[in-house]
């Protein structure tokens, strides 16, 4: 932006300043035109008084005539000493009096001529003109060597082109270092605008930038709040329905837990054994207790919805929590990176044990400061995630600790790594997208739980990074903390 405006800026002032020098130049030789043309007019008076300096010689000498200088022409050749000298001629052109470099054509007519000279380099300007002497008719010449007109010529890359290209270069700097200057603060608001994080909505202060830009500072700043009130809204919605879908479904969900029970009872009074967990429909021997087992199932396919739904609302709900801007205000505090991996192993050990998973910890005491209950949210989205998505006889590990990172420092972390499926390096940019799942992924999940886990990560300024696990199979993810 400022360069082109550097551009514009020296486009618009330096052609001026350009035609200005042409100005210049032209006004400085018209200037020296007329001082040269007075110049010649005054070497056109001087030829009449060299003339009247020529004289016969008297009726004893024979020769060449004589000069006794009229005092105008002495007073030039005096002031003007070695730039001046003149020379009287015969018609043949044979020099009879004066200077023998003072040379020209021979005029036809008795009007004056001028043209120039070159002698001892210097250019002279020449003045010839045939006229009547005491000697008869001769034809004389001065020449001057302090024309304007020729030291015009010689001074002009001096006196003219020099001072107009300094005066070009140094306007040219001026422009380059006033542009950088009095742009500096437009040139912070776009970088501070393009660096801002997508949910950085925070209005920016009016009053550190200049008074022509502010109102594009305050269009900005409404536009912010509208798109902040906006996603506001969006939030408590999702929060507001996720917190209202919570209470009925913890209640659905204990209606049908209490009817499976009594299922398995009534199936149990029929000598029969019915497996809710791996789901294996049961022969029935006789209309009762087919109606049994079809009970059963449904109640079982109607037990699993509720749960599915429990856990998107709080899925939900959490994301909504989780949102970096409603983070900002909440007081931070020392969480126990070990104590919360603990804890997580002992509330995820049924369910793994329940699918035939060996659920490991691998933990030193590190710390970090954030929020806890949103690293357990983090910590169970993972875990979950793992458990659900590993095959029985799986291996879970969840990880925490130092390592070093490519720079050298020690960073902490938090991990947890199956030996599951994984997912193709291809889908893991899209994994942490809301809602999707890889295609073909077995399992009912929500395709919120790695969204959740990186929207925690971006509150605490960490890093979420997915890789393949242990010995080339399965998915290792990492939380590294800044």
Avoid at 297 to 315: C, G, V
Avoid at 331 to 356: I, S
């Amino acid at each position: 932006m400022t360069s082109d405006l550097r551009n514009r800026l020296l486009l618009l002032l330096v052609l001026p300043l350009c035609v200005l020098a042409v100005v210049g130049v032209w006004m400085d030789y018209r200037s020296a035109d007329d001082a040269a043309s007075r110049h010649d007019q005054r070497l056109l008076r001087l030829l009449p008084a060299l003339a009247d300096s020529v004289v016969a010689p008297s009726i004893h000498e024979h020769g060449a005539p004589l000069l006794l200088l009229a005092p105008p022409v002495e007073d030039f050749l005096r002031q003007n000493a070695g730039f001046a000298g003149y020379s009287v001629r015969d018609a043949d052109g044979q020099l009879l009096l004066g200077d023998e470099w003072v040379d020209g054509v021979v005029p036809t007519t008795a009007q004056p001529e001028f043209h120039s000279l070159e002698y001892g380099g210097v250019t002279y300007r020449v003045a010839v003109q045939r006229g009547r002497t005491g000697a008869g008719e001769l034809v004389m010449a001065i020449a001057d060597g302090s024309d304007p007109r020729q030291q015009w010529a010689q001074q002009l890359l001096l006196r003219v082109l020099l001072p107009n290209l300094v005066l070009v270069a140094a306007a040219a700097l001026a422009i380059h270092w006033a542009v950088g200057r009095a742009f500096k603060p437009l040139v912070d608001l776009a970088e501070a605008v393009e660096h801002r994080s997508p949910r950085d909505l925070s209005p920016i202060d009016e009053s550190a930038s200049p008074t022509e830009v502010r109102p594009l500072v305050h269009s900005l700043n409404r536009l912010f709040a509208l798109v902040n009130a906006q996603a506001e809204g969006q939030r408590r919605f999702v929060a507001d329905a996720a917190h209202q879908l919570r209470t009925p479904l913890a209640g659905l969900q204990a209606q049908v837990e209490a009817w499976a029970m009594m299922a398995k009872a009534a199936g149990a009074v029929q000598g029969d054994s019915v497996n809710l967990d791996r789901k294996q429909p049961l022969a029935p021997t006789h209309k009762a207790q087919g109606a049994i087992v079809l009970g059963v199932e449904q109640i079982e396919k109607l037990r699993n919805a509720t749960r599915r739904t429990s856990q998107l609302a709080h899925q939900l709900l959490a994301l909504s929590r989780a949102d970096e801007r409603s983070m900002d205000a909440q007081p931070l505090q020392r969480v126990d990176l070990k104590d919360l991996c603990e804890t997580l192993l002992e509330n995820f050990l049924d369910a793994a044990t329940g699918k035939g998973l060996d659920l490991g910890l691998e933990v030193q005491p590190v710390h970090v400061t954030g929020h806890g209950w949103l690293l357990r949210e983090l910590m169970s989205n993972l875990v979950d995630n793992a458990i659900k998505y590993t095959p029985a006889g799986g291996v879970v590990t969840m990880r925490c600790g130092q390592r070093l990172v490519p720079s050298g420092a020690l960073r902490v972390y938090l991990e947890v790594e199956d030996d599951g499926p994984g997912v193709p390096e291809s889908e893991r940019s899209r994994v942490m997208q809301r809602f999707y799942r890889v295609p073909g992924a077995v399992g009912e999940g929500t395709g919120l739980g790695l969204a959740i886990a990186d929207e925690i990560s971006r509150v605490h300024r960490a890093k979420l990074t997915l890789d393949t696990g242990a010995q080339g199979r399965g998915l290792r993810v990492t939380v590294l903390f800044p």
